[in-house]
């Protein structure tokens, strides 16, 4: 079975600090993708990432960066100079690979909300 | 490009009502799942549809079904309400690429909040 583990229940930051985002997972299967989504108050789903189990090549998006490590099964996520927009709860996923038997349903981390002070 | 829509965006109900809640998907999307999300937690699978069939269901009583029109889109059905059925309810909408898996993202609508009394 799949497991997504955000251990961070709630992170509090000033505005223009760096924060960081956990996110450990458990999968029986060779290659899968893992997601960050973002929550806003509003309650719909932003999509922000998808990474392939096979790259595992970070990537610098603006003030965005993800950190994907197979050997420790962590895809955590950071956000450079925070602003107060960025206050959300924010999620990580996981599904399996295109092929798999799951169909790409998403299993879900308990999510981090994280506020932003100005 | 219209992005996954859902209605109502609220709902009140009383214990051992039925409700019926719907989904349009992203446009090019062919395929619904959906997801209840409890207070504080992260969103729980329900189940998929595509071509027009429940493809796989989550940890999930009868009490839920669902069914997928030719148009993609969807409805979620939930009978004999419990309280514990209060939620935010989530369709998200995605592609199945060849050989009928998912070769893309899903996209979440804004969701339903059921209110169960």
């Known amino acids: 079975a799949q497991k997504v583990t955000q251990a961070q229940t709630e992170i509090s930051v000033v505005e223009k600090e760096d924060v960081t985002l956990d996110c450990v997972y458990e999968t029986r299967d060779t290659t899968y993708y893992l997601f960050w989504y973002k929550q806003p108050p509003s309650g719909e789903l932003v999509f922000l990432i998808r990474r392939n189990s096979f790259d595992e090549q970070n990537e610098i998006s603006g003030r965005y960066s993800w950190n994907f490590q197979k050997s420790t099964s962590s895809f955590n996520f950071t956000i450079t100079a925070s602003q107060v927009v960025d206050s959300a709860v924010y999620f990580c996923a996981l599904s399996d690979y295109a092929g798999g038997t799951s169909y790409g349903k998403l299993t879900f981390g308990q999510g981090t909300i994280l506020t932003v002070h100005p | 490009d219209a992005g996954v829509t859902q209605s109502p965006t609220h709902l009140i109900k009383t214990r051992g009502q039925q409700v019926t809640l719907r989904c349009s998907p992203k446009s090019g999307h062919d395929t619904v799942s959906w997801y209840q999300q409890a207070l504080g937690q992260g969103p729980q699978f329900i189940f998929q549809?595509?071509?027009?069939?429940?493809?796989q269901r989550g940890n999930f009583p009868d009490r839920f079904s669902g069914h997928q029109f030719p148009n993609y889109s969807s409805e979620l059905n939930v009978n004999a309400l419990l309280l514990g059925d209060s939620a935010l309810y989530l369709c998200?909408?995605?592609?199945?690429?060849?050989?009928?898996?998912?070769?893309?993202?899903?996209?979440f609508g804004p969701g339903t909040r059921l209110l169960v009394l």
């Open positions: 549809y595509y071509e027009e069939e429940e493809r």
């Open positions: 998200a909408s995605s592609l199945v690429r060849a050989g009928g898996v998912i070769g893309e993202t899903q996209y």
